[in-house]
């Protein structure tokens, strides 16, 4: 682990985790002792897209915000290999043990969320308080849709892998930017420009690529069905925020069938006594709005990991 820059009190520092391809990069905010708490982005996204959020959370926290594998400028997947939810998890593990997190909690946003909630299920010893922002922690997909999916997404991968050059156009900086809020409508000017930061890379004698691997665009091929999510809903013993935005993820679904099964999340939180909430705004208010949603990210932070932790369990 490589972490370079100030380490002051809301400084920002670089982050490098290495991993068996490559590396897992990052930025961390606050001191090195603080409570750690792992920020994940949702698909297509970056770490940045927490950086007008984080500096109206709690100070006494640490937050690492990683560029999951295969966006801003952590490393690509090898050939062959698939992006999934289950790998996600497993970088996590590898970030968390990289920085000596025993025990952390998690932001989540969109595909952040749900890899946030399906890590909380698998090591719940590990999480303290879960934050989704704009997603439910787990989507199901119906049974009888579940073949297409899968189908899919192996004939996307494969059929990609058999071109024998894929290369990625080039943009002028104010020509990415509109590429990306044509595709982004609930992204913010300013929040779109937040994303490039990490989000493209120079080419030399061009212009600007995005960084991103192509294949994140493929079908997730890890599915589960309502059933199977509500008992991985069961195993998590953290305290749970769900923050969802009035015009979110709902209006987003890819798979219209996904938003018969929302009303039994929510209620399988509520019955667990986890907080669902609902604010003004859309699918990027936390980068857009950040003061919409800080105050219901820092009460669960003071009231479930700050008041109840003397001696973080951390070291950076």
């Known amino acids: 682990?490589?972490?370079?820059?100030?380490?002051?009190?809301?400084?920002?520092s670089e982050?490098?985790?290495p991993v068996p391809w490559g590396e897992i990069r990052g930025k961390v905010w606050g001191p090195d002792q603080g409570c750690p708490?792992?920020?994940?982005?949702?698909?297509?996204?970056?770490?940045?897209?927490?950086?007008t959020l984080i500096p109206l959370l709690p100070k006494e926290c640490r937050y690492v915000a990683v560029d999951l594998a295969g966006h801003g400028r952590s490393s690509h997947r090898p050939p062959g290999v698939f992006y999934s939810l289950l790998e996600y998890v497993a970088?996590?593990?590898?970030?968390?043990?990289?920085?000596?997190?025993?025990?952390?909690?998690?932001?989540?946003?969109?595909m952040g969320a749900d890899i946030a909630g399906m890590f909380a299920a698998l090591y719940p010893e590990m999480v303290d308080a879960l934050v989704f922002l704009d997603s439910y922690?787990?989507?199901?997909?119906?049974?009888?849709?579940?073949?297409?999916?899968l189908r899919q997404g192996t004939d996307e991968i494969i059929q990609f892998e058999k071109k024998t050059q894929v290369k990625k156009r080039d943009y002028t900086h104010e020509e990415a930017a509109k590429r990306l809020l044509d595709a982004n409508p609930t992204l913010s000017e300013q929040s779109a420009h937040i994303l490039l930061e990490r989000g493209l890379v120079q080419v030399e004698g061009?212009?600007?690529?995005?960084?991103?691997?192509?294949?994140?665009?493929?079908?997730?091929?890890?599915?589960?069905?309502?059933?199977?999510?509500?008992e991985m809903q069961s195993r998590i013993q953290a305290s749970?925020?769900?923050?969802?935005?009035?015009?979110?993820?709902?209006?987003?679904?890819?798979?219209?069938?996904?938003?018969?099964?929302?009303?039994?999340?929510?209620?399988?939180?509520?019955?667990?006594?986890?907080?669902?909430?609902t604010v003004p705004g859309d699918h990027?208010?936390?980068?857009?709005?950040?003061?919409?949603?800080?105050?219901?990210?820092?009460?669960?932070?003071?009231?479930?990991?700050?008041?109840?932790?003397?001696?973080?369990?951390h070291k950076l």
């Open 91 to 110: 970088d996590v593990l590898r970030v968390a043990g990289a920085l000596k997190m025993r025990k952390f909690s998690i932001i989540g946003h969109s």
């Open 137 to 149: 922690g787990f989507l199901p997909t119906d049974p009888k849709e579940m073949y297409k999916v």
């Open 37 to 51: 708490v792992l920020c994940l982005h949702g698909w297509a996204d970056n770490c940045g897209s927490f950086n």
């Open 1 to 12: 682990m490589q972490a370079s820059g100030p380490q002051l009190d809301r400084e920002v």
């Open 206 to 230: 061009a212009g600007f690529v995005f960084s991103r691997d192509l294949r994140v665009n493929f079908k997730n091929i890890h599915r589960f069905t309502l059933e199977q999510s509500l």
């Open 240 to 277: 749970v925020l769900v923050l969802l935005a009035q015009g979110g993820v709902e209006r987003r679904f890819s798979e219209p069938a996904q938003k018969k099964f929302t009303p039994a999340l929510l209620q399988n939180f509520r019955d667990r006594n986890h907080k669902v909430v």
């Open 15 to 17: 982050l490098s985790v």
């Open 284 to 313: 990027h208010v936390h980068l857009n709005d950040p003061e919409v949603i800080a105050p219901f990210v820092t009460d669960i932070l003071q009231t479930k990991v700050l008041s109840l932790s003397t001696k973080p369990d």
